[in-house]
Nanobody, 127 residues
C-alpha cells in the first residue's frame, strides 16, 4: 500500500520561502510520476508541479514556473517542493500525489491520473 505524507507547510509572508516534503513508502517508486497539487478554499484542486521519478523530467504550472522547484531524493524516497518568492495567491492546502506510470506533459496536470494522495499540508502566505 502506497503511503504519502506531506510536511513543511506553514505561515509565511509574501516574498518568503517554504520547502514541502513528501515522504513516500510502500513501493519502489521508479517509473512513478509524482506530483504536487494545491487547493484554495472554494476552488478546485490545481496542478503545481510534477516529475517522473525515473528520468527526472519536471513539469510546472505557468503560475509557479521560475519560483518553485520540484526534486526527488531516491535514497530517502522523498519528493520536495522548494517554493520561493511566495505570493498570497499561493495559499492553499498542498497535496502530494503519485501514479504508478510515468506521465507525459499532456497528462501530468490532470489530478484524475494520480492513484495515490497524501493528506495535505496547509500553506498560508500573508500579504
Amino acid at each position: 500500500q502506497v503511503q504519502l505524507v506531506e510536511s513543511g507547510g506553514g505561515l509565511v509572508q509574501a516574498g518568503g520561502s517554504l520547502r514541502l516534503s513528501c515522504s513516500a513508502s510502500g513501493r519502489t517508486f521508479s517509473n512513478y510520476a509524482m506530483g504536487w497539487f494545491r487547493q484554495a478554499p472554494g476552488k478546485e484542486r490545481e496542478f503545481v508541479a510534477a516529475l517522473n521519478w525515473n528520468d527526472g523530467n519536471t513539469y510546472y504550472a505557468i503560475s509557479v514556473k521560475g519560483r518553485f522547484t520540484i526534486s526527488r531524493d531516491s535514497a530517502k524516497n522523498t519528493v520536495s517542493l522548494q517554493m520561493n518568492s511566495l505570493k498570497p495567491e499561493d495559499t492553499g492546502v498542498y497535496y502530494c500525489a503519485a501514479d504508478p506510470t510515468e506521465l507525459s506533459s499532456l497528462w501530468v496536470p490532470d489530478p484524475n491520473e494520480y492513484d495515490y494522495w497524501g493528506q495535505g499540508t496547509q500553506v498560508t502566505v500573508s500579504s
